[in-house]
């Protein structure tokens, strides 16, 4: 559920913004796959994009063909039938830097889909990769939720 108004309107009840989904968990294998692209990503420093999708209440997993650089990651399609119409869940990489979204994500993640960043994956570091997920309403971001990933 989503307001339509940050106002009252007289003769509707108050709503509060409620999101819930009816699919199962992404499987940790797939969880796996995307920690290891992004890893071999993170050694050439750059960034990398994922598409999580659902067929046949599955999921699956595509990394779109893309224009990977240091400090962003783009599709290459993004028309009828490519994994960015389809996606659910859209993740990208910030290789070294914090699993936190930027002003430039920001701008780009701005459909309806949960959004994902992946952020301290130096291989040098003690410190655990992280990802951060949101979830975007064209536009309008609920953050907060944050994996820590032990293995």
């Known amino acids: 559920m989503i307001p339509v108004s940050e106002c009252a309107i007289r003769g509707l009840a108050l709503v509060e913004p409620k999101l819930s989904f009816q699919f199962d968990r992404v499987p940790e294998s797939i969880i796996q796959q995307i920690l290891d692209a992004?890893?071999?990503?993170?050694?050439?420093?750059?960034?990398?994009?994922?598409?999580?999708?659902?067929?046949?209440?599955?999921?699956?997993?595509?990394v779109p063909p893309q224009i990977q650089r240091y400090a962003s990651v783009e599709p290459m399609e993004k028309g009828t039938g490519s994994s960015y119409e389809q996606v659910i869940i859209e993740i990208h990489s910030h290789h070294r830097m914090p699993a936190e979204f930027s002003?430039?994500?920001d701008r780009d993640e701005a459909g309806f889909r949960i959004y994902g960043v992946i952020g301290n994956l130096n291989p040098r570091s003690t410190h655990w990769p992280k990802i951060n997920f949101c979830v975007g309403v064209y536009g309008d971001w609920r953050r907060g939720a944050q994996l820590l990933h032990h293995a």
Do not use: T, V, Y
Not at 38 to 54: M, N, T
């Open 38 to 62: 992004a890893r071999e990503a993170a050694r050439q420093e750059l960034e990398i994009l994922f598409h999580l999708s659902l067929a046949d209440g599955k999921w699956r997993l595509n």
């Open 103 to 105: 002003p430039d994500d």
